[in-house]
């Protein structure tokens, strides 16, 4: 394949965003059917509770109202909200998508209340009395491990939900030979993914067809309609999901809630249209949350800086339930423990326990953020405790570019590397050397001045379907249609990634028409080809992949025709600029001509089916794993523990780059959110299991004026996984970033004798820290 | 995020305004931008049965200076003070304390009168209002009544203002000279509120400070005057070490200390005592 062609390689402004931008797309709750009910959710206010008695009777007679359910009234009718996530001895507790005479979390839902408008809904919704009877709550994950611990699901005997090992080589060997020992405890604060648009659900049943159309904000619509379809025990043929524009996932919209089931359930019941449109105080409650581990690493190391070996034992608090993919996650942190870096043996026993507060799932990095936060968390404690530069420690143990692919003790195939290029590259950028003179003379006038890096490796482009819980594959047709339109409909469902724009990109170029000729068609499973949906940085590097080898199959398609009605053979044909060349008198057809006559028909050679279109499902190899390096300096109030970040540098290596001007949109947006995690951003549940945060007054996601000057540049390694040797950039940004933010600040620290501090550096943590 | 249901007008006038709210008494609230009302009530963390939105009265935002005194109408929003001209050459405090309430939306929907009868603990506004001694008009079917801000903040979310009362205007006196100011504040990093927020305005004659007052939000359940960290540095010279023992007793005024996720009640004292060594060491630098 060539780059840097016409549209592929160039920073083409994304064709979403007008309307975007605009308040012109439609998003769920934009789309208004007649005689629409609304849904509201009484959800409870204890995080463990039984439920003795619900009385609905004063709601079902406010005004306005149409139904009331509660846990009794579903029960045996919808089916338990899944978990796809395997694992062996897994206790998957089963979670109605009404509490079943316990509550288990605050925001738990109990029952659903049915009215002619959202307001009416509320106001009954006030009505319901419950009888709750106050259980021991246990908010704290290493508690909830301990054996004494009071227990969540009863049923189990206690709250471990598993206990997963993973990593090779000789780890006892390792530590019993090292010069050293470095360990550190850390914790990863829980997440909130926090995206614009809260989740919401419009559910319309046609009781003649047998019908069920869900309009979901999601990013998987075709995993929904089969999980809602098994829910519901319809065949999965007859329910349409539709994801119209979707403000924003993160992660969180990668699940099945109840609600999706739950609506659906009651617009068969009720024969109407029910919309539920998730609040922001819901959001923050009751969609999934992110991070949330607690460990100890230790890293083997020689007096050389040579390491040797790597251990973890981490304690992941997985909240109440398993959502869709909870225990998977932190599997993705045992994946991930080599880093950058040639370690022989790795260990990683983790255990997952349930808690009560709100499931842990796929939040932007999901697992990889934290294996990189650790890792590269440890390699700075290793180099101060050998008094090496942490750059020259990282540079000794790096996997060199020749050595790919390289497989890792943690058992992954590391696909293409150069990790010494972007740091080279990153380091110029600052002038390292200089930098670290400046921070000398800084310390020697008192000034509190820290230099953070972070390389990092992480994995994505999700994957070999032998490695995923549902298919890793992704599928594209390409259709060119009789006017020489190209429709493409993606199994992907992107939600702000642009591939609206990058894919139109790619298809323009390949088919030499104009991008703007190309439509790109997702969300809509009545439409597309089953597909697996957009998260895990997965979009191009798979389902571009996918789009490649389908339009591939339509050149190839649109050649024999050609050749037919040039009276030549394929083979004397190429295809170049939209236009099939090569032909005797210089007779030329374009592929527009072609598609006309495929359609037309009129004359075919013999085997030839009419139409211009193909299809293919791409299944990959292997992960991508993009890589980079990320460099922050900072510099601290001494008086209050303020923290200002005076220069960032990310030099990424995401492979090769089809909208550079996208990929920079993606850095920057995961540098923003790697940079919460750092410095503000945390879930905080009090020792009752009461949300703290449960307002964006109290929850600090980023905004744009917190947020520090990026400088970006790039190293390109493209991948050999998919033919556009692309690794994909979702994720990067999150999980380069946090780390060289935390080394930073605790670089500058480094006089005051701090070794670590655990994240969000709050100013008086920092300050404290000073002061200690 | 629902609210409940409510009874809205919309009067034009200051008098029809009045009219509604002494018909609706304690049932009855007045609606300005909506910044801190509308999410209490979307919360339900308040039902208010009547609403009478002020902001179709067109004679309540608006920037007076005249003879001395600068007049602003109590829906003038926090943006629009910050960028007025008139505001930053008579009284810069105002400017830039209202440039640093919230973000840009905030500034462009939020009201001076709102924020000032609303008494968030954390809200900058008092900060300035107390340093400036500025008055507050309320006018009622009763007439018209002038308040201190010394006597107007009554306690977390509780000011002077009585049921069928509106604020309608903010006065300051300003000398033909405006005394030297400034407005530090550290942003809560979820809110924007204030962490703590020190308004300093003060008079010098050579190093010497003739005049100074000092008000502090974000630290207590209400914004207070410093007026041990005043009473020290009146008269004084000022230099390092004087600000420095002064602003060590700014958190001696406040009645209590808040503590949060966000600062412990401790760290919240101590930003209270840099912030306030900073804010007249700012001042000053004007003078
Ligand atoms: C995201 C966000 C961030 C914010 N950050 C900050 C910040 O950093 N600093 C800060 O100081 N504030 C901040 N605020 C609050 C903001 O400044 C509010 O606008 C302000 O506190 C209230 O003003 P309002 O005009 O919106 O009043 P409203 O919300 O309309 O009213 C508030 C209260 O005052 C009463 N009221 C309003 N006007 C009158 C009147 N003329 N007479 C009598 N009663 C009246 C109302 O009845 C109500 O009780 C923030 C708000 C938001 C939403």
Known sequence: MSFLAKYMGQRVKRTEDPRLIQGIGHYVDDIKLADTLHVVILRSQYAHAKINSIDTSAAKNAPGIVAVYTGADIAGKIGNIPCAGALPGLKVPPMAVLAQGKVVYVGHPVAAVVATDKYKAKDAADLIEVDYEPLDVISDGEAAAQADSPVIHEEFGDNIAFVHSAGSGDVDAAFATADKIVTQRLNHQRLAPISIEPRGVLAQYFKGEGQLNLWSSTQIPHLMRTQVAIQLGIAENKVRVVTPEVGGGFGCKLNVYAEEALLGWVSMQLNKPVKWIEGRRENLQCTIHGRSQVGTVEVAVKNDGTLLGLRYNVIADLGAYHQLLTPAIPTLTGLMLAGCYKIPAIQMNCTGVFTNKMATDAYRGAGRPEATYLVERIMDRVAQELGMDPIALRQKNFIQADEFPYTTACGVTYDSGDYEAALAKAMDIVDYKKLREEQAAARAVGRVMGIGVSTYVEICGMGPSGAMPAGGWESATVRVEPTGKVTVLTGISPHGQGEETSFAQIVGDMLGVDMNDVLVIHGDTSIVQYGIGTFGSRGLAVGGAALVCATEKVVKKAKTLAAHLLGTDADSLSFENGKFVGAPDDKVLTIQEVALAAHTAASIPEDFEPGLSAQHFFEPKNFTYPSGTHICVVEIDKDTGDIDIKRYVAVDDCGNQINPLIVQGQVHGGIAQGLAQALFEEVVYDENGQLITGELMDYAVPKAFQVPHYELDHAVTPTPVNPLGAKGVGEAGTIGSTPSIANAVIDALAPFGVQHIDLPLRPEKVWRAMNA | ?287
């Open chain 2, 1 to 287: 995020m629902i609210p409940a249901n409510f009874e809205y007008h919309a009067p034009t006038t200051v008098d029809e305004a009045i009219g509604l709210l002494a018909q609706h008494g304690e049932d009855c609230k007045v609606l300005a931008g909506g910044h801190s009302l509308i999410p209490a009530m979307k919360l339900r963390l308040t039902q208010i049965p009547v609403l009478v939105d002020i902001g179709k009265i067109g004679d309540l935002s608006y920037i007076k200076v005249d003879g001395g005194t600068i007049s602003i109408g109590a829906m003038t929003t926090h943006g629009a003070i910050a960028s007025s001209d008139e505001v930053k050459q008579h009284c810069p405090l105002l400017a830039e304390c209202g440039g640093q309430v919230g973000d840009q939306q905030v500034r462009n929907r939020g009201t001076l009168g709102g924020s000032l009868v609303h008494a968030d603990p954390a809200a900058d506004w008092p900060a300035a209002i107390l340093a400036l001694n500025a008055e507050v008009v309320l006018k009622s079917a009763n007439g018209e009544r002038v308040v201190k801000a010394s006597d107007f903040f009554v306690d977390m979310l509780t000011t002077d203002v009585q049921p069928g009362e509106l604020l309608t205007e903010i006065r300051v006196s300003v000398p033909a000279q405006p005394k030297a100011s400034a407005y530090l504040k550290v942003a809560q990093a979820a809110s924007g509120f204030a962490v703590v927020g020190i308004a300093a305005q003060l008079e010098m004659d050579g190093d010497t400070c003739k005049s100074i007052s000092i008000g502090v939000t974000g630290l207590a359940p209400k914004a207070y005057r410093a007026s041990s960290v005043e009473a020290a540095l009146a008269g004084a010279t000022l230099d390092d070490a004087s600000v420095s023992a002064a602003a060590a007793k700014a958190d001696a005024d406040a009645s209590d200390a808040m503590g949060d996720i966000h600062a412990s009640e401790d760290y919240r004292r101590h930003l209270a005592r840099v912030y306030a060594k900073r804010a007249v060491q700012a001042a000053a630098a004007k003078a």
